[in-house]
């Protein structure tokens, strides 16, 4: 079946500009997280979303980030006021179910350049 | 707060030999741990997920064993194929998050498998 999906796989952005990253995750999982990689920071947990309960956005950076999932399904990502260290690879995964012990599948990431 | 740690950083085989990536933890108490590989410019391929009551998993020529009480754990690549070359990623889920589920990675092990 179709693994997860993220769209765009490259955006090149302006400083102060506001952009939007989707992921579209395993059709049946419950569970979508975000994450960051970039250089001399590994990869970093952003937020992570569980069915209908309140998402765990502790790993947000700083208030321009947001993000929201809409019917269980499709996430947005939303960067406001884009700065030069937002420069990063976004990874979104997803996984089967609530419980810990379910293997998280990552899309092929979007490469996001803050000039 | 959890700290995963790869070593070696980089490693360089010649095809055919067999070779141990190994990963390291500082908090015990897990739920599972997570094996992944990544080729430049793409997402994460996961290869196995140890629960944190299992001691190894197989996957064709992979094998990964975990230590929890030791916070250790190695990916063994039987019979090194050029196929292989690419950075492999250690990650756990662990238990003193207090809501949700995320992921801590290490820095990845960078292998080239030459011809």
């Known amino acids: 079946g179709a693994g997860v999906s993220q769209s765009p796989s490259n955006k090149v952005t302006e400083k102060g500009k506001d952009v939007e990253l989707r992921c579209d995750p395993i059709s049946g999982h419950t569970a979508l997280y975000w994450y960051r990689q970039s250089l001399g920071q590994g990869l970093e947990f952003l937020i992570y979303?569980?069915?209908?309960?309140?998402?765990?956005k502790s790993g947000l950076p700083s208030d321009r980030f947001s993000a929201e999932r809409t019917g269980g399904s499709v996430s947005t990502l939303t960067i406001q006021r884009t700065q030069q260290e937002d420069s990063a690879v976004y990874l979104c995964a997803s996984s089967l179910a609530s419980h810990r012990y379910n293997e998280q599948f990552f899309g092929p990431g979007t490469r996001l350049t803050v000039l | 707060k959890q700290e995963v740690t790869q070593i070696p950083a980089a490693l360089s085989v010649p095809e055919g030999e067999n070779l141990v990536l190994n990963c390291s933890f500082t908090?015990?108490?897990?739920?599972?741990l997570q094996w992944f590989r990544q080729d430049p410019g793409k997402g994460l391929t996961s290869l196995l997920l140890?629960?944190?009551?299992?001691r190894e998993q197989t996957s064709g020529r992979l094998n990964a064993s975990l230590d929890k009480s030791s916070g250790r754990s190695t990916l063994y690549i039987a019979a090194s194929q050029p196929g292989d070359s690419a950075t492999y990623l250690c990650?756990?889920?662990?238990?003193?998050?207090?809501?949700?589920?995320?992921?801590?990675f290490g820095e990845g092990t960078q292998l080239t498998v030459n011809p």
């Open positions: 990650a756990v889920d662990s238990m003193w998050e207090t809501s949700g589920s995320r992921l801590t």
């Open positions: 140890i629960q944190s009551s299992q």
């Open positions: 979303f569980q069915g209908n309960s309140a998402p765990d």
């Open positions: 908090d015990s108490a897990i739920y599972n």
